[in-house]
């Protein structure tokens, strides 16, 4: 297939991508000048990117890491999580969250949300913990940050999935990451900034960045002959090339977060008309979301996947967004999970669906999504009326 027909006809009825990097002159430079200096991974790059990136969230120290899940994965081990311990998080999450605890066999002890910021309930937290309790792996479900003031009072060691929430910001103010917690961000092309792959995992503790550091380069101690090796350790390396591409990004980190932001701002005026739609929650006090997808839940009486089917007949892709991950078959099949056992995410997770948002989105676009939404809202009423 060629470019022309993988991509679809230009103008006003093309298909409206559902995510969709920023990508420029800035980034082809970047990338050009890495693979001319012939250093293209374990160079300069990494720490330039590192310490770029550990400013803008706040943090002390920052590894780059090959991936969102390699950066929870060491995070984890960091906080010594190991076989036997549990580990309380949200089954509203990318299936990432409960997976890193099973690579260490620590067993993923699910809690259940709050409706209103689908972000972990700190009291049905508390109702989990138990002598096995390792640690809380809270996730700032759709960038919007989790209420890590109840989740400390429970003395547990956290850390933070912050993968969605590059740009938000905790109760107190301060951006999400720097909240002396080991907190994991991503880049995949989805993301709020892109390397292709790759993710940052900071931390406020000099050790956890010297074990991070090491277990991301096959367990190599910092000042060893190449080819000793002192524990275990993994692939997870960042190369120089995605490094530089995530330098560039941060360069124009503040367009890509105000870009998002416009952009969901537009969203909630064209679709505050459709009263049985509920949109993302609004910013409470110093609480600041970290713009990533644009989720909408469905009323009750709409069928979600066919929903989805008749989007997609208008041009306009869509995805249940998240499936809950206590019901994905691996998760029922290994630990025997069933429907009811966390009753809010359940019910949030059958009627959510994740619409075309990007920073360079137009208002077009978001007018043609919303109409969309709109004609099949409306019918779906008329006919439970009749
Ligand atoms: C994107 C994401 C991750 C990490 O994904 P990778 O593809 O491994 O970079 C982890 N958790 C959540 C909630 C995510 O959205």
């Not at 066999?105 to 259940?112: G, K, N, Q, S, Y």
């Not at 993968?163 to 909240?179: H, K, Q, S």
């Not at 409470?284 to 996947?305: I, K, Q, S």
Request: glycine share 8%; aromatic share 8%.
């Amino acid at each position: 297939m060629n470019a022309q027909a993988a991509s679809g006809p230009a103008g006003p009825d093309a298909t409206i991508p559902l995510a969709k990097p920023v990508l420029g002159e800035l980034e082809e430079l970047a990338v050009i000048d890495v693979l001319r200096s012939g250093q293209l991974s374990l160079g300069p790059k990494v720490a330039e990117f590192e310490a770029a990136f550990g400013a803008v969230v706040g943090a002390p120290y920052a590894s780059a890491v090959s991936s969102g899940t390699a950066g929870l994965h060491l995070g984890l081990r960091a906080l010594g999580v190991t076989d036997g311990d549990e580990v309380i998080t949200t089954p509203f999450s990318f299936v990432a969250s409960a997976n890193v605890a099973l690579y260490e066999r620590a067993t993923p002890v699910f809690a259940d949300i709050d409706p209103l910021t689908l972000n972990l309930d700190p009291e049905a937290v508390a109702a989990a913990v138990s002598e096995r309790t390792a640690a809380i792996l809270p996730v700032h479900v759709f960038g919007y940050p989790a209420d890590m003031a109840a989740l400390e009072a429970l003395r547990i060691p956290i850390l933070e999935d912050a993968c969605e929430a590059l740009g938000g910001r905790y109760a107190d103010g301060r951006p999400i990451g720097g909240r002396g917690h080991p907190a994991v961000f991503a880049f995949y092309a989805n993301k709020q900034i892109t390397t292709g792959e790759g993710g940052v995992i900071v931390t406020s503790r000099p050790q956890d960045k010297e074990r991070i550091d090491s277990e991301r380069n096959q367990g190599r101690a910092p000042n060893m002959d190449w080819l000793d090796h002192d524990r275990l350790g993994f692939n997870y390396r960042l190369s120089d090339i995605a490094c530089a591409l995530g330098l560039a990004q941060l360069q124009r980190l503040d367009q890509l977060l105000e870009g998002r932001a416009r952009v969901a701002a537009l969203y909630r005026e064209a679709l505050s008309g459709l009263e049985d739609l509920t949109l993302p929650c609004e910013d409470r006090g110093l609480e600041r979301r970290g713009w990533f997808v644009y989720v909408v839940a469905l009323p009750a009486r709409l069928h979600r996947d066919r929903t989805v089917r008749e989007l997609a007949a208008l041009g306009i892709p869509a995805k249940p967004y998240f499936p809950a991950i206590h019901l994905m078959s691996y998760y029922r099949e290994r630990f025997g999970h069933r429907e009811g056992q966390f009753p809010v995410c359940e019910d949030i997770a059958a009627r959510s669906i994740a619409i075309p948002f990007f920073p360079e989105m137009s208002e077009g676009q978001v007018a043609r999504v919303a109409s969309a939404l709109g004609t099949i809202l409306t019918r779906s009423a008329l006919a439970s009326r009749a």
